[in-house]
């Protein structure tokens, strides 16, 4: 038996579907760390990103985030984990540190490609600062700031696997207890689970993507926009 056919029986399998450390209690945390990170993220980025991308002050802090990519994420989760200790908290920050650079490049992108002219002219009818903002520039960068969440989502998904390497849970417990015990079908189930709960997330974002760009950009005109 290939190692593919093993993993894939090792996921049917009932015994390791069920229960507090199953595959689906582990799905589950995986995507409610994936959620919390990615939503503490987005409190952080995107107030940022549209400070940054209305007032043009502040474009500095988008390449300083931006190198924030380059950080070795279980370097980091190391080192808070030895100051924090072991559980959440650690992944968590290292988690949201990861994504706070996607969701605050999108958002900044959104507003920052707004035509000028578009600006001006809605400040030649009497709009005020946090009216231009909230009316025009946070519904034409929308398609922008929905693609930073994408990414970020995303590269939470696939890094969320590595809480498990200071003791919180998520797919990559099967990730490690695979390696620690030699359990190579084992090992790839975990990373099938993490590649399927990956494309299942892009797909939820493409439908909220197109949905969201539908609603806003081809509204039916009314005596308010006309």
């Not at 945390?29 to 959620?35: I, M, N, Q």
């Not at 994420?73 to 908290?89: C, F, H, K, N, Q």
């Not at 030649?124 to 960068?141: C, F, K, N, T, Y």
């Not at 197109?210 to 308010?224: D, G, I, N, S, Y």
């Amino acid at each position: 038996m290939n190692y593919f056919a093993a993993a894939f029986a090792w996921i049917s399998d009932p015994a390791n579907l069920g229960g507090p450390g199953g595959i689906w209690a582990r799905i589950g945390e995986h995507l409610w760390y994936t959620l919390l990170a990615t939503g503490i993220a987005t409190l952080i980025g995107v107030p940022l990103g549209y400070l940054i991308g209305h007032t043009g002050k502040g474009r500095g802090v988008v390449a300083v985030t931006g190198a924030a990519r380059a950080l070795p994420t279980l370097g980091v989760i190391t080192l808070v984990a030895l100051l924090l200790g072991v559980g959440l908290v650690a992944p968590l920050i290292a988690l949201v540190l990861l994504a706070i650079p996607s969701i605050l490049a999108g958002t900044y992108a959104g507003v920052e490609a707004i035509d000028p002219q578009t600006i001006d002219a809605a400040r030649a009818v009497g709009m005020s600062e946090l009216q231009i903002l909230a009316r025009v520039e946070a519904p034409l960068g929308l398609p922008q700031l929905l693609g930073g969440l994408r990414s970020a989502a995303m590269q939470v998904v696939a890094t969320a696997t590595l809480a498990a390497y200071v003791g919180a849970g998520g797919l990559g417990r099967f990730l490690f207890l695979g390696l620690k015990t030699q359990d190579y079908p084992q090992m790839l189930a975990a990373s099938l689970l993490v590649i399927a709960l990956a494309i299942a997330a892009e797909a939820v974002f493409e439908i909220i993507t197109q949905v969201t760009v539908t609603l806003f950009h081809t509204r039916p005109a009314t005596k308010e926009n006309r």
